[in-house]
């Protein structure tokens, strides 16, 4: 595994000789292997879904021909080759190195490609998207000769939208904030979030992102929730090692600043560079306390008037948070919760609800038991907070492609991986709902995907 420009070094090489002629070397770095898709299902599922508005639905990042060939270096090992997808090498009886065989590759700009011909066989999903365009289309330029509104050019990306552990085709909790001229924040960041960012951004637009990350919110202490949060605070200090007044905010139950002091004895992922805010010291119920000047601080970075948590009904140490910018919008996550009374009085006239709604409404009972909610409940809290509109994210990886929804409104979407979507452009959402039943029926789903 080489950094950048590692095996470019005539000293690497002539070090790797000295292993002898027999020696396999398997090499593994950015520039000389190919970035290619792993899990071509989720791939396929998000150029179907990029059929109904591929900028809100981008394809993921992937390159499968790498930016330098190994062959190109003089004075390699005979017996080199570059790291890829289920390669195998087989110590005994015998060394053996092997490809098996492999699905083909994802490659949606060949029209012979296996998923441009499933998308190809949707024939009554295509026809659909072509509807949805069109309408999409004239909501778009009523929304462009209205008079801009408070909070339209902020950006949501549901970086992850599934609960408990990760599928292929939904991570676990992380949604991204992008607010233009202040910085970002990320609501909560489960494990695999920063290989979400890398896959949806590529690597600049990951360092870019990261650059400009002001907070970090995590809602509570299950690890779908908070896993991946060692990972983005260790590439955001890598990149700020040259600032040694750089901060990032972190405002997470006590008991998580606690847990990151501990995981610092055994690797330096920058906290001291973490400004650390227990979620109780800016509870809406109580008010700042003992936390003012961080508070005060990260307001300012990210132009807030108000940042305020609440705490719901899930387990103990559980909180949502309340965004309010000075410019007019208010964006309120509920983290994962029952329907909250406390939620909705902070939330009150949010112009964006981030709400989970891990099951269906008929297991109303489970959602009960476990500290969730329906997804009617979820809608039901929107309704009652006045929000402009609610984003419905969290779903129990039983529904890997698509909630069951019964309740739909002109109000409310549904949340995917990788989804990105301004605020000024969630009104699209709901159109999408119907074309999105279609394309995930059984009679769509019989197009073979395996990985």
């Not at 059929?51 to 390159?63: A, E, M, T």
């Not at 992380?174 to 489960?190: F, K, M, Q, R």
């Not at 990951?206 to 690890?223: G, Q, T």
């Not at 929000?387 to 739909?408: D, E, G, M, W």
């Amino acid at each position: 595994m080489l950094g950048k420009g590692v095996i470019e070094d005539e000293k690497y090489r002539e070090w790797m000789k000295k292993f002898g002629g027999e020696t396999q070397h398997i090499v593994g770095s950015e520039d000389y292997c190919a970035q290619s898709i792993l899990f071509t299902s989720h791939a396929i599922a998000q150029l179907k879904l990029s059929r109904l508005d591929d900028r809100i639905f981008p394809i993921p990042q992937y390159n499968n021909i790498p930016l330098k060939l190994l062959e190109s270096l003089p004075n390699l090992p005979r017996n080199t080759t570059p790291l890829s997808n289920l390669l195998q090498f087989q110590l005994e009886p015998s060394p053996v190195l092997s490809h098996p065989e492999q699905q083909s590759l994802f490659d949606h700009h060949n029209p012979k490609s296996k998923a441009v011909e499933i998308l190809e066989e949707l024939h009554e999903y295509k026809a659909l998207a072509i509807d949805v365009r069109a309408e999409v289309a004239k909501i778009a330029a009523t929304v462009a000769q209205r008079e801009k509104r408070p909070g339209d050019d902020v950006v949501i990306t549901t970086l992850g939208t599934g609960s408990a552990i990760p599928s292929k085709y939904r991570n676990v909790s992380a949604t991204l904030l992008e607010i233009p001229d202040h910085g970002n924040v990320l609501l909560d960041a489960g494990e695999g979030t920063f290989g979400q960012m890398l896959r949806l951004m590529g690597v600049e637009g990951v360092e870019a992102c990261l650059l400009d990350l002001r907070l970090l919110f995590v809602s509570h202490l299950h690890a779908d929730h908070h896993l991946g949060a060692v990972k983005v605070l260790g590439r955001w200090n890598r990149l700020h090692r040259d600032q040694p007044n750089a901060t990032l905010h972190v405002v997470a139950p006590r008991m998580f600043g606690m847990w990151l002091k501990e995981y610092a004895d055994v690797e330096n992922f920058g906290m001291r560079k973490v400004r650390f805010v227990d979620s109780e010291d800016v509870l809406f119920s109580r008010g700042t306390r003992g936390a003012e000047a961080s508070v005060a601080q990260l307001k300012k970075f990210l132009g807030l008037t108000t940042l305020k948590t609440v705490d719901v009904i899930h387990c103990r140490w559980a909180y949502g948070i309340s965004l309010e910018h000075a410019s007019g919008w208010k964006i309120v996550y509920s983290g994962d919760t029952r329907p909250s009374e406390k939620l909705v009085k902070v939330g009150l006239d949010a112009t964006v609800l981030i709400h989970e709604a891990t099951f269906e409404d008929d297991m109303t009972q489970e959602a009960l038991t476990k500290g969730h909610c329906t997804t009617r409940e979820a809608v039901e809290v929107g309704m009652r907070m006045n929000a402009s509109s609610t984003l419905l994210t969290h779903f129990s990886q039983r529904y890997p492609k698509i909630p069951v929804f019964t309740n739909a409104t002109s109000s409310v979407g549904i949340a995917f991986d990788m989804m990105r979507v301004r605020v000024a452009e969630l009104p699209r959402l709901p159109r999408f709902i119907r074309a999105m039943e279609v394309l995930y029926s059984v009679e769509c789903d019989e197009a073979n995907e395996n990985d």
